[in-house]
């Protein structure tokens, strides 16, 4: 799948890219924020606010390059957790269309990002592995042990 390069922050916790498209070029946010929970991240992603440097999730877009987009996205994954191997990582779009659209961005890609990572979704009930066509609330994503680098 086709990606955006990447710039890389220090910590490898900030991923800055930007997005090529109908309505030119937009840069883009993807930003791992540590939790209260131990070595639990939450993934925030969006378009960067130029006035304040921070993340702006509600923004719709539509550069017409969603795909690639979330391949970028994902790839950022791998690079975080080269860093931080045993975390786990949280996701979830600020509104349902969004969490539809990071779901459709994991059953595009799915057979590819199990490679290395284990994917889970949220319901009700609690957490299950990730199954196309299930309306997820969430997403949770760790690496798989076997792939884990020491």
């Not at 991923?15 to 109908?22: D, L, W």
């Not at 946010?29 to 606010?49: A, C, P, R």
């Not at 950022?76 to 659209?101: D, H, I, N, Q, W």
């Amino acid at each position: 799948m086709d990606k955006y390069p990447v710039i890389i922050g220090e910590t490898s916790m900030v991923f800055e890219f930007t997005s090529q498209g109908i309505r030119g070029s937009i840069a883009k946010l993807v930003i791992y924020s540590e939790t209260h929970l131990h070595n639990f991240y939450n993934l925030g992603f969006g378009d960067k606010d130029e006035a304040t440097g921070q993340i702006d999730d509600e923004v719709i877009t539509n550069n017409g390059d969603s795909e690639k987009v979330l391949a970028t996205v994902a790839a950022t994954l791998y690079l975080f957790m080269e860093k931080y191997p045993g975390a786990m990582v949280f996701a979830m779009g600020s509104t349902e269309a969004r969490t539809r659209l990071y779901r459709i961005g994991i059953t595009n890609n799915l057979i590819e990002i199990q490679k290395d990572f284990d994917v889970y979704g949220l319901l009700d009930d609690g957490w299950h592995p990730f199954e196309k066509q299930t309306a997820y609330k969430a997403f949770l994503v760790t690496r798989k042990r076997s792939n884990f680098m020491s």
